[in-house]
Every structure is written in structure tokens, then in C-alpha cells.
């Protein structure tokens, strides 16, 4: 398939974006070779399980795009579409998705308030963000509500499986159009943060060697260069960011990136 192809309507070679990236995929979430799902590898142990998908879109020509890129991925299993919010709340509690794309504008339930009732019924499903919009109180509700992702809907068509096994694999993506308005936003939350009174409730306190994980983070390194900086294996490093979002009470690195601002563990020059 061809990089110029384009997800979204109006995509080409010109305005289709390079491989969206503020935390990149490690290596876990790449496909070694093409076997059928669930097939034996080479050592005779079993492959493992199939990434599970599901699609959430109010137009099916995008969904039946979708859906024709991940059914032809060996180690990706499509387990749902859906067509608004309401619908995707209920498929994804079905079906319990690892990985849900997930359109903002929709009818009777946005993808915004879908994200944050999904994390209810299905609270293990990485979302991400998949829309023609580029305004900023969408990125930011998104991040908010706990998406994993926020990509633009030019993103080409061959990225897609790309794109699911790294936030599979926990890493957070954002279109690069959008990052600098995400780093804008951070350097003006630091800023009132300072003008501010400290808050009186105090942040989960967190280990050493976790504030120093989330320092790493925050400057976008995915979890293989975390352990290599850090010299830790790269499960600890996994470890290590799953209690920092449990402490913190949130849903992605995304936001932990906007914790790591407001407690000043990162400056903006």
C-alpha cells in the first residue's frame, strides 16, 4: 500500500503527516513476520494473543477503511464497530477492546464523553483520538478524558496497525501539528501554576525513582530508552509508570506529562 494513501477524505502525498510521534513505539508493539493469528512461532510456542480493536465512527465508508487496513494484520483482531458514543460505551463493554479508535464528532454521544464512560466498562482499552479535528479544546478534553492518542484523520493508511500496536504497547501519540499546541499549553499551565497558591490537597506522593520515570516521560522517551537511561529492564520501567498512574489517579502518559508541569518536574525555556 502505498504512504501517500490517506485515511481521511481530502489526504494525498502533500498533506499526509510523518509518523505521528510524542512518545514513539517500542519495540514491543512491533510485528515480527506474517503468520495467521494465534499460529505457533517458529520455537512451536503459541503466538501471542491478537491485539483487539474496535472502531468508532458516524461514517462507514471511514470505518470500512479502517476495518479493510486491521483485518489484513496478522496479530490484530477487529472485535467491534461502532457508529456514535452511546453505541461504543456498549460494544466496548461486550467485547472489551484493548485498543478503540475513536471519532470526537458523533451523534447523541461525542467521542469525548464516550471516552471517559469507557473507561468505566472497559477501564484496560487504550483510546485514541482519530478526527479531522485540529482545535485545541478538543486535544486537550481528549487528554483530559484519558486518550491515549490524538491523531488527524491524513494520517496514511499504512500507519494505522502502526499506530495500535504502540499505544497497545503504551506509548501515547499525538499528530505532530497538534504537539506544538500541546507544549504551548504546558509552558502556560506551568506559568499559572506558579502565579497560583499551592493547592491545599497534596499530590499522591510519589518514590525517587518513580518522579525520575516520570521526568523521562515527560521528555518523551518510550519505555525501552526509560531503561536504557535508567539501566533497568524495560518491565520495570513498565511497572514503574503503571503505579505513577494509578497513584496519580489517571488514565495516560499524556497526563502524566501535565502532572509533571504543574509539580515543576520539567521547564519550558
Known sequence: MSRSAGVGPHASGDDAIGPPSVLPPDADGQLVGRRPKGAPTRGGAEAPEPIRALIVDDHALFRRGLEMVLESEPDIELVGEASDGEEAVRKAGESLPDVVLMDIRMPRSSGIEACRALKEVAPSAKIVMLTISDEEDD??????????????????????????????????????????????????????????????????????REIEVLRLVARGMNNKDIAKELFISENTVKNHVRNILEKLQIHSRMEAVMVAVREKLIEFG
Request: charged fraction near 20%; proline fraction near 9%; aromatic fraction near 4%.
Open 139 to 208: 486535544l486537550f478534553d481528549a487528554i483530559r478524558a484519558g486518550a491515549s492518542g490524538y491523531l488527524l484523520k491524513d494520517i496514511p493508511l499504512d500507519e494505522v496497525a502502526g499506530t495500535v500496536r504502540a499505544v497497545h504497547g503504551g506509548q501515547s501519540l499525538i499528530n505532530p501539528s497538534m504537539a506544538a499546541k500541546l507544549l504551548t499549553e504546558f509552558a502556560a499551565l506551568a506559568r499559572q501554576e506558579g502565579e497560583e497558591p499551592p493547592q491545599q490537597v497534596p499530590v499522591p506522593r510519589l518514590t525517587e
